[in-house]
């Protein structure tokens, strides 16, 4: 079976430092062997998660995104942390994507449920955006995701690509090779559905 991840940074700013650590990311899964789609929350421009809305016309835009998910049979997530937590727009994107299209009941999670997360964050604090991360680990268990153990946190991260945006320290970059393997052994060894 040939992994297919979908990779996106909860960053949408140019010069995002946790897009810089995603395309890494996205860069050792390829070699890896896994088939990757790289996309940009930006590109979706979801409006805020409401229940009128979803009820009345649910947004083409969160349709495609939750398509995409279910495409693939995990996520690389490269998470910034937003005063301690998780951004906005990438909780937004998970919000819409719960949500049930196509007759599915409530709690179906089709998007998630089963599916392996890889997560990692890049901050300019000491702790590499370690309390975002840990809340996208909990939303992603909330809704059946399989989050893998291992996670790549990279401090000081405004020092910490050199000019071809690779990472200057070894040991960041060697975790993250590990946590793509992992990311990829653990959807082999599940096979989460795709469709």
């Known amino acids: 079976m040939t ?5 996106f940074a909860g960053s ?42 979803e009820a009345s016309d649910f947004p083409a835009k969160a349709r495609e995104l939750k398509g995409l998910f279910r495409a693939h049979h995990g996520v690389l997530i ?11 727009v990438l909780k937004n994107a998970i919000d819409w994507a719960t949500r049930p299209t196509d007759g599915e009941g409530l709690v179906a999670l089709s998007a998630f449920r ?3 997360a890889g997560l990692m964050g890049a901050s300019l604090s000491p702790f590499g955006g370690l309390r975002g991360v840990t809340h996208l680990r909990q939303i992603l268990g909330t809704i059946q995701a399989v989050v893998a153990t291992e996670q790549v946190l990279v ?32 959807a082999e060894r599940l096979e989460p559905p795709i469709s």
């Open 155 to 186: 401090p000081a991260a405004h020092t910490a690509f050199d000019e071809s945006g690779a990472l200057k320290d070894p040991l960041p970059a060697q975790l993250l090779g590990g946590l793509v393997a992992r990311v990829i052994d653990l």
């Open 114 to 116: 089963g599916k392996v």
């Open 12 to 53: 949408t700013r140019a010069g995002s430092l946790n897009q810089a650590l995603l395309d890494l990311a996205v860069a050792e899964a390829r070699r890896q062997g896994a088939e990757v789609t790289s996309i940009r929350l930006k590109d979706f421009d979801l409006p805020l998660y409401d229940g009128d809305l």
């Open 78 to 88: 490269a998470s910034p942390e937003y005063n301690g937590s998780v951004s906005g």
């Open 3 to 7: 992994v297919r991840l979908l990779a």
